[in-house]
Structure formats: C-alpha cells, structure tokens
C-alpha cells in the first residue's frame, strides 16, 4: 500500500513549496525480504539534474542495488565510486551491502550531505552555478536595516577575527534548519535575509544567505562557495 503524505520538512515552513512523500507499508515484511521499487524523477526548468541517495538513512540497510538507464542518448559516465557499466553504454548498476542505520539528531542537515551516498548529474552544472550563485548575491545585497543592526549586536564589538564564528553560531542556533537540499529548490523559493531571520527557519541556502548578509554587515569577507 502506498500513501501520498505531506513531507514532515515543509509542513512547519509555510513560506516554502508543499512537497509529498510516497509512503509505503509491507504488512507480513520480514528481515532478509527484497523490497524492489522504481523511481522515476522529473526535471524541468533547471539546466542541470542532481540526484543523490544515501546508502542508509535511519534504518540498516542489510543490500542495496541501483540501477540507473539513461534516454535520449545520453551516454552515462562514471567518475567515481564502485558502479560499473551493463552492456548498453546508457545503463549502470551498483550494489552495496550492510550498511548501519544513522543515528537521527536535532538540525541534522539531509543524509546525503554527510553520509555516503551515491550521486549522479548531467546538465550544465557552470550554468545552474552562475544561476544559483547570481540569485544569492542579490538577496545577501537586499539585506534589511534590522538584519545590519543584530548582526552589529551580535558582533559588531568583537575582535574581526571572531565576528564570524559568533555569527555562524547564532544563525545555528536561533535558525531552524528545513532539510531541503539545494537540488531540491526553485531560485523562486531563496529567501530575503530579513524573511529568515524573522521567521527563524530556513534551508541551507538560505541560513547561508542570511549568515552572509550578517557578515557583509560587520565587515567580514566571504565567498559562496557551492
């Protein structure tokens, strides 16, 4: 049986795009069953695609198999890791076994930024940067007055060299994390400075967008790096 449910990530975050999950139940499942699925993913509008999969998320995993086949002619590579080639050069596979669950913990970022995990891409990956970076840097530069002004609170009165650890630590603290990857966003859904800090949640990009425009305010020199 499988069920479209509200994703638990954007239920608390009314500011960013309703997303569902497909939930499935196995009643009579015992350990050692093989459970076969097929996803399919669509992308539209991007001038690359990413995709990752963890390994394991928060239950073991004892083997996993991945299948990849590619259309349109688009002939699949491997950079790096243990998949290898079948026959047609548009199909890989690979295949793991006994991976650990992860532990789940608090303002834990997506698994597959710290976990292994298998990836793939194609696309323009300069261009969707340039996108993506374009779109953060007009933000960082919209930052609010008030923005300015806790930043300065924060650490305006501190060493330079410990603005930005106070500040990285506030953002972690006082932000609540949405574990929307990047891959996963619209550049319609960045967020101003101001909107995150006001309603204390934020993805990644845009805890980083604020962490940004905090240290632009008190001087301190960064780089988006993605």
């Not at 194609?122 to 930052?143: D, P, V, W």
């Not at 410990?162 to 603290?173: G, T």
Request: glycine letters at 4%.
């Amino acid at each position: 049986e499988i069920n479209h449910m509200d994703d638990p990530r954007t239920s608390s975050a009314n500011r960013y795009l309703k997303r569902k999950i497909a939930v499935a139940s196995f009643p009579g499942i015992t350990s050692g069953s093989i459970i076969d699925c097929t996803v399919r993913k669509s992308v539209r509008g991007k001038p690359f695609f990413f995709e990752a999969l963890p390994h394991a998320d928060s239950a073991p995993v004892l083997e996993k198999k991945i299948t990849v086949t590619s259309k349109n002619g688009v002939d699949l590579k491997i950079s790096a890791g243990n998949m290898k080639k079948i026959s047609a050069k548009n199909m890989l596979a690979f295949t793991g076994k006994n991976f650990s669950a992860i532990p789940e913990e608090s303002n834990q970022p997506p698994v597959t930024d710290f976990a292994p995990s298998w990836r793939s891409s194609e696309g323009n990956y300069a261009e969707l940067y340039s996108a993506i970076t374009e779109k953060m840097y007009a933000l960082i530069k919209k930052a609010s007055n008030d923005v300015k002004k806790t930043a300065w609170k924060i650490a305006g009165k501190l060493p330079p060299e410990q603005r930005a650890a106070a500040l990285e630590k506030f953002v972690y603290d006082r932000i609540r994390l949405i574990a929307l990857p990047l891959n996963e966003m619209l550049l319609e859904e960045f967020s101003l400075p101001q909107t995150t800090l006001n309603d204390a949640y934020g993805s990644s990009t845009d805890r980083a967008i604020l962490l940004a425009a905090m240290l632009e305010a008190v001087n301190v020199k960064y780089r988006i790096i993605l």
